[in-house]
């Protein structure tokens, strides 16, 4: 889809026959713009972006005494994250779920005193699976008879290669698993070829994208920071979640952060001498500081010019880029079924489709599905949405649609992180080390839960320290 028709499709509610789709509103907390950004101080710290990493890091530094100063290219906090309301429900169209084995999310939950809700399908009824192109409804038991197996060959080589899961380079990549796909990987274990296609499907969605464009490395350390039980590493997929949304996290955050807080400027060019960095925005402004964090996605990163020129290393993993470029949408189906979790193919427009809300009176389910590729499934198209949710439940009456495409959006220019192959052995150390005064924190390079919300936390929190010790302690 070219750009014109994303905006299209992210303003527009279109209505066509009894379906609906509708996507990104944008709610930008009335509290949030602050003009006082000042283009003649010079700030102790300037941090590029305000989604988890940058938030931890702007509210560490300024409550550390530091005089800070966030900018953002949207008109929004909250990064690759957002909730909006969907059918009667504060939905969150990215980032979503989380567990209490990711210590840092978990922290910010109970120092904020957060409630969680759990995803209806962590009490499925039902598994729906695809042998040769139809759906197979049978009981968890019957599933999971079937995959454990595929789990357990899948993940064996974690603990020997993960001993201290939030340090992933501690052992040496011997095996060279770093060179292999997961796909690849999947091919060569003794499975039956269903169960082979189910866990592409699984690997899929880890990658958020094909199976065999992610590192197999990466993606054991998904279950390793489970403490290597892969019932543990499905909890902290996909059980919980905030009430109210990743907003009600974000807000409470930004109400906390003393920095002030510029949206709606992208940095451009970052440039640094003479001990000071100023970062030049698409408004033509120029802010200075002594130190900047970027904590913007990797995806992004190429788009900035950096003067002096980066490490070739960050340089050409920047261009490479991550993984996830999938997609994920929520439908609204009336109907009754039983909640269920269905695990398809990778070919499929929605490889994976679960009961994300059931209603109290069974009427209606909300649905939440993952696909490997914008290519699969359109989802600013509700006909093609709905088709892809009826290779699910045939019977099912699908009344909405919501979806955003992460990959269009300039400042995400993708979804979640999974490395491919190679980056992680030769790129992760390398992407984490400062650059003078430039030092990087997101996600996409946290040490633990890469690709999470937090890992976004661990690395905003991480720099935050080694800026505030490098600046010198001030007094708040
Ligand atoms: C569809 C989807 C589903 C996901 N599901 C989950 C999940 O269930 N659980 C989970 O833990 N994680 C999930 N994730 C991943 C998680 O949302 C991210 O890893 C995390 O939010 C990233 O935080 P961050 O602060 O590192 O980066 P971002 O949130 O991407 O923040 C970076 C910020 O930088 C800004 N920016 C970019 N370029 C510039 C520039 N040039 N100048 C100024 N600002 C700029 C952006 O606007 C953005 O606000 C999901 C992500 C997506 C997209």
Known sequence: MKRREFIKGAAATVA?????ACATPTDTPANLENNTASESTLYDVIVVGAGFAGLTASRDLSRNGHNVLMLDARGR?????????FADHQTDMGGTWFGSGQPSVWAEKMRYDLEVEESAA???EEIIWFENGNPVNGSPD???GMMVPAYDQFYAPSRAQYPHPFDPLKVADTDQLDQKSAGEVIDS???NPLQKELFHAFACING????????YLDQLRWVALGGHDKWVMWDNLSRFKLKGGTKVLADKMQADNRATTKLG???VKVSQSNGTVTVTTNREEQFKAKQVVMAVPLNTCKDIEFSPALSPVKTSAFNEGHTGSGTKIYAKVKGKFPKFFGNGTQDMPLCFLWTEYDSADEADQVLCGFGASPDLLDINNPIAVEAAVKQYLPEAEVLETFGYDWNLDPWSKGTWCMYPKGMLTSALAELQRPEGNIQFANADIADGWRGFIDGAIESGAQVAQAVHTKLGVTTA
């Open 189 to 191: 274990l003794d499975l």
């Open 142 to 144: 019957d599933y999971w």
């Open 265 to 267: 400027s992208a940095a």
């Open 16 to 20: 066509t026959g009894a379906v609906t």
């Open 77 to 85: 906090i909250g990064g690759r994250t957002f909730t909006t309301q």
């Open 122 to 124: 962590a009490a499925s």
């Open 208 to 215: 958020h994208s094909n199976s065999y464009n992610s590192s």
